[in-house]
């Protein structure tokens, strides 16, 4: 009867047994992060950017573009320049004054559009605020 009673003690513990490890097996916990992702951070890494040279030959050719358009824009507001004066030295004195006087008034008026317009901050005050 000892027998017996062992027999059916061990089978209980040999069932048993096998339970435990079949639950660990489906165990729900996080597993451990492997070694060479513990160093790296969370956060996503931001792509360089990187500048493509172009050939010398474009690069000097658009130098000289820009410096030919720069030219350009002296002389022709050179040229506007000595066109008002010689058009305000061909007028009469009451003439010049009146001239003049109107010229300061447009000026302040278009200096006070550009302040209202880029104090509004549209995308229209950009245009005007150069």
Avoid: W
């Amino acid at each position: 009867m000892n027998k017996l009673f062992n027999k059916k003690l061990l089978f209980c513990l040999l069932i048993f047994s096998i339970t435990l490890t079949v639950c660990e097996a489906q165990s729900f916990d996080r597993p451990r992060a492997h070694r060479l992702q513990k160093n790296v951070s969370k956060r996503p890494m931001r792509s360089k950017t990187i500048k493509v040279r172009e050939p010398g030959s474009r690069e000097k050719a658009k130098k000289k573009t820009e410096a030919a358009d720069r030219k350009n824009r002296r002389e022709y507001a050179k040229y506007v320049k000595d066109n008002q004066k010689r058009s305000l030295e061909i007028q009469t004195p009451v003439v010049r004054e009146r001239m003049k006087k109107n010229m300061k008034t447009a000026n302040a008026n278009y200096k006070a559009k550009r302040k209202m317009v880029a104090r509004t901050g549209n995308k229209s005050g950009k245009k005007y605020s150069r």
